[in-house]
């Protein structure tokens, strides 16, 4: 029993990081994708193991399955949010794609555009773009036909084309934040509204937290003058650390020495700064802080 154990620890050990990597991609939430894997391990320890031909597929059919149904749970508990909700950031700089082979769906653009899809049609995407997932597993994976699959990869793939501009690099982005920190903090409105695209957006999750806005800003006039309107209160005594989350430049605020207690990232395209994202909310600052 001891041998057949460590087994079934090893075996799932291997294959936690893609876990990981799907829940996390399916909620937005690293805590919530813990608590997924956490689930799934506790069925594999249960489960008649010498009957499961391919521990990978059955443990991640077990994962996709599990983040299908809290995804339809989250999003009517998102109902009640307030104000924008982002996803929570997580630190890629020691694993840089959560288990995947490549690092697709991962950035804070891609997983806002997948929060508006069907959870299966978010499912069916990320195995295949992120984790390459065959079509005739993923049809076994979400009970479905090679051809429905493929039909929703097909959509998710035009909703996402549809709704995002192409990115800049990952150093260009990290100038680009560099410099509207830079003047966010000395309320430069001429050099912010430089930066920012026509359209710009700012987001800020704080789930009602005092002082965090809880409506978007929208276009470059109006959000260059939202943060020249706070920067001389707002900036004092804090401190800012360059990091790397969900595979792009984050700024990482603390205040005094004290735990971080805001991640500012910008999506941007040839003509600037997109949206300017800021995570406040308490309980989604664990992972990256």
């Known amino acids: ?18 876990l990981m990597g799907i829940a996390y991609r399916m909620l937005g939430s690293h805590t919530e994708a813990e608590d997924l894997v956490q689930e799934v391990w506790l069925r594999w320890q249960a489960a008649d193991r010498s009957a499961v031909q391919s521990p990978v597929a059955y443990l991640s059919t077990a994962v996709t ?13 998102r109902e009640t949010y307030i104000g924008p909700w982002l996803p929570e ?31 299966t049609e ?39 084309r549809a709704e995002r501009r192409t990115e800049v690099s990952g150093s260009e982005q990290k100038t680009l934040l560099s410099a509207f920190i830079a003047a966010a903090r000395s309320g430069d409105v001429a ?32 959000v260059a003058k939202y943060y020249r309107a706070f920067h001389e209160h707002f900036w004092i005594g804090v401190e800012v650390e360059f990091g790397t989350a969900n595979g792009r430049a984050v700024a990482m605020l603390r205040r005094d020495g004290g735990d971080v207690f805001a991640v500012c990232t910008v999506t941007a395209s040839d003509e600037g700064i997109d949206e300017v994202l800021w995570q406040m909310n308490p309980a989604k600052l664990t992972a990256i802080a």
């Open 89 to 119: 950031p997580v630190d890629t700089s020691a694993d840089p794609y959560l288990g995947a082979e490549r690092g697709e769906a991962l950035s804070f653009a891609v997983l806002l555009v997948l929060e508006r899809l069907s959870p």
């Open 191 to 222: 050099v912010l509204e430089e930066l920012l695209a026509k359209d710009a957006i700012s987001y800020s999750d704080g789930n009602g937290a005092r002082q965090v806005s809880k409506f978007p800003v929208v276009g470059y006039e109006r």
């Open 1 to 18: 029993m001891t041998d057949e154990l460590d087994d079934a620890v090893a075996v799932f050990d291997a294959v936690r990081p893609r």
């Open 122 to 160: 978010r499912a069916a995407y990320i195995l295949r773009e992120a984790f390459d997932y065959p079509y005739d597993e993923l049809a076994a994976m979400l009970q479905s036909t090679e051809a429905a699959v493929r039909q929703l990869v097909s959509r998710a793939r035009k909703r996402i």
């Open 65 to 77: 399955r599990l983040a299908i149904n809290a995804s339809q749970s989250a999003r009517a508990r």
